[in-house]
């Protein structure tokens, strides 16, 4: 399948997924994330407010009180993303400062591939972050396929978390 059409595919999966599986499901891999050493041990950790069709991420911000955390922000005329701080969205942080990256994405596989929306604005970021700073694909289980187009400048996973 090409790009296009594995986000068709899963973009149907996540679709016929009702509000409340989507519901159970967020609450249920926000447990499994936070279990993760990665999370643990991040003293900072960059977030990401859902959209619509994204898992929900609003039960992992109580889950990090203690941590820096950070989430994106876009600007689309310079087709760039960067980090601010939740609580002073003027506040640009490094992204070489951040422990732990949670990432959506349209579609992952199990080894930790990601597919995106197709601006890659995810991929140009983490190209910043330091060695050693954790990546986790965040989502839901109907958005795991078995195998993906890659492209080089495509960033993968260390982890894949989904529910």
Same mark, same amino acid.
């Given at each position: 399948m090409t790009k296009s059409e594995v986000?068709?595919?899963?973009?149907?999966?996540? &679709?016929? +997924?009702?509000?409340e599986a989507r519901a159970i499901a967020s609450r249920e891999a926000a447990k499994l994330l936070t279990q993760l050493?990665?999370?643990? *041990?991040?003293?900072?950790?960059? $977030? @990401? &407010?859902s959209m619509s069709d994204e898992i929900d991420t609003a039960p992992l911000f109580p889950l990090a009180w203690g941590k820096h955390v950070v989430v994106p922000r876009w600007s689309l005329r310079d087709r760039v993303m960067e980090a601010v701080d939740v609580h002073k969205r003027d506040v640009a942080v490094d992204p070489?400062? !951040? *422990?732990? +990256?949670v !990432?959506?994405?349209?579609? @992952?596989?199990?080894?930790?591939?990601? $597919?995106g929306r197709g601006a890659? @604005?995810? *991929? &140009? +970021?983490l190209l910043r972050a330091r060695r050693g700073a954790t990546f986790v694909g965040y989502g839901f289980a109907c958005q795991i396929v078995d195998s993906m187009p890659v492209e080089p400048h495509d960033i993968s996973m260390h982890e894949v978390i989904v529910a």
């Open positions: 986000r068709s595919v899963v973009r149907d999966r996540i &679709e016929a +997924f009702g509000a050493p990665a999370w643990r *041990d991040a003293r900072s950790v960059m $977030l @990401f &407010e070489g400062s !951040i *422990d732990l +990256f !990432i959506p994405g349209v579609a @992952f596989t199990r080894s930790g591939q990601r $597919l890659g @604005f995810y *991929d &140009e +970021f």
